[in-house]
């Protein structure tokens, strides 16, 4: 059934425990696989974003919003550098989320997966720079944010397209269908 | 699902997201670019003899006509943040030939930040404000 009781049961404790870990190691992996393709710094493929698009999709804001935070509090203890990097991915984490949420919530059905993921990537990085400007002083850092947008619309677009794929083959049993408000309209 | 075939990648509202966000990026690239060396005072110094003739900020296009009579005649023009000699009386011309200073370019030039016609007495010196 739907989401409409917040209370945390054992299930849904599970289901939040094992997504936590799944963006944790694909936010890993992330890191790895941008060094090896020599990707410039700051920009990711940003793998562990299908993870919280999933429970965008399937669990519900409150879900997403535990989600988050779960990622970036066990991200920056592996970091071994917990204040600085605590303080970027949340700052990526938070605003990213919140505008999914927006994006999804005002798009109703008009703005696909796809779409929220764009803008997921594009404040993640807005955000982290964000807060990188305010840590360093240093706001001529924020034109460096252009380059990364553009990079953002591609991996966006990429993490949405497998996000979706994610979505329709891990369906939660009985759950609705996530993409209900996208509707049948194939135009 | 049935319907997996049929549905595009991205809906028309999706597209606008990356049409508008890449429109954002090229426009704050091309203005950063742009707007960055307005906002910087470079301004030169023109010298005639051991004193100074004139200063002029780099970042407004304009000719100055430096004249000393008896047909001694420079003229000085500033062009999208050069200076150069664009002209003189000079027998020799190598002040016209030392080319354009620009903020970026002087490390690189023999006679760094400065132009120099020596039969007429007249230098320009290029001024950085940047690191104010």
Redesign the interface.
């Known amino acids: 059934m739907k989401q409409t009781s917040s209370r945390l049961t054992t299930q849904r404790m599970t289901r939040l425990a094992l997504l936590a870990a799944a963006a944790v190691v694909l936010g890993y992996m992330d890191g790895i696989l941008s060094a090896a393709m020599l990707l410039p710094t700051g920009v990711k493929l940003g793998l562990a974003n299908t993870v919280l698009l999933y429970s965008i999709y399937l669990l519900g804001p409150g879900y997403s919003v535990l989600l988050m935070i779960l990622k970036v509090v066990l991200t920056g203890f592996m970091s071994g550098n917990l204040a600085s990097a605590f303080l970027y991915s949340m700052g990526g984490g938070a605003l990213s989320l919140v505008m999914m949420l927006l994006?999804k919530a005002l798009?109703r059905g008009?703005?696909?997966i796809?779409?929220v993921s764009?803008?997921g990537a594009?404040f993640h990085n807005i955000g982290q720079l964000l807060v990188a400007a305010l840590i360093l002083r240093t706001p001529a850092l924020m034109?460096y944010?252009?380059?990364l947008?553009?990079a953002?619309?591609i991996t966006g677009?990429l993490t949405g397209?497998a996000g979706r794929q994610i979505v329709?083959v891990l369906k939660i049993p009985g759950s609705a269908d996530p993409f209900r408000e996208?509707g049948?309209g194939?135009? | 699902m049935a319907e997996n075939e049929k549905k595009p990648l991205m809906k028309k509202r999706d597209v606008l997201i990356v049409g508008i966000v890449l429109l954002v990026a090229v426009a704050g690239m091309l203005a950063v670019k742009f707007l960055t060396p307005s906002t910087a005072t470079n301004y030169a110094k023109i010298y005639v003899g051991n004193y100074v003739y004139k200063e002029v900020p780099l970042n407004e296009n304009q000719v100055i006509e430096i004249n000393q009579g008896s047909d001694i005649v420079n003229h000085v023009e500033v062009k999208d943040g050069a200076i150069y000699m664009a002209d003189s009386s000079c027998p020799d011309q190598q002040c016209v030939d030392q080319g354009k200073i620009t903020a970026k370019n002087y490390e690189q030039r023999a006679l760094r930040n400065w132009v120099v016609c020596l039969p007429n007495q007249v230098t320009v010196e290029l001024v950085l404000e940047d690191e104010g």
């Open positions: 994006v798009g008009s703005i696909s796809v779409g764009v803008v594009v034109f944010i252009f380059i947008m553009i953002a619309v677009t397209i329709r996208e049948g194939n135009k």
